[in-house]
């Protein structure tokens, strides 16, 4: 669900303070905090947590936990948006297309 802020961002560190006062800081196993990214691109802020990948017994990593989402925010209005945990572009491509259905 989209959610304004009263002002937009004009730094991925305005974005990234955005989502933090927004939404539960992702958590490691070890219940640290989990390291944040932010990805700026044309209209946005692309803004994501990763996890370490864990070894199996014979020390293969493990595929990535199914699930997730990232978070967007629009550099012109502030407002938040969820999209699936995609890989960058395929995230933005979304947010592009559901912004512009909605105009």
Do not use: C, W
């Not at 219940?31 to 692309?46: K, N, Q, R, T």
């Not at 996890?51 to 936990?65: I, L, N, V, Y």
């Not at 012109?76 to 512009?100: C, H, M, S, W």
């Amino acid at each position: 669900m989209p959610q304004d802020s009263a002002t937009p961002p004009s730094t991925p560190d305005e974005a990234l303070a955005i989502v933090r006062s927004r939404y539960a800081e992702p958590k490691l196993p070890d219940g640290s905090p989990a390291p944040m990214h932010v990805h700026e691109f044309d209209i946005g802020y692309l803004v994501y947590a990763t996890f370490p990948r864990t070894p199996d017994a014979s020390g293969r990593p493990q595929p990535a936990q199914p699930g997730g989402s990232k978070i967007i925010v629009a550099k012109d209005t502030g407002e938040t948006v969820t999209v699936p945990n995609f890989p960058t572009e395929a995230a933005i491509e979304l947010y592009r297309k559901q912004r512009q259905a909605n105009t």
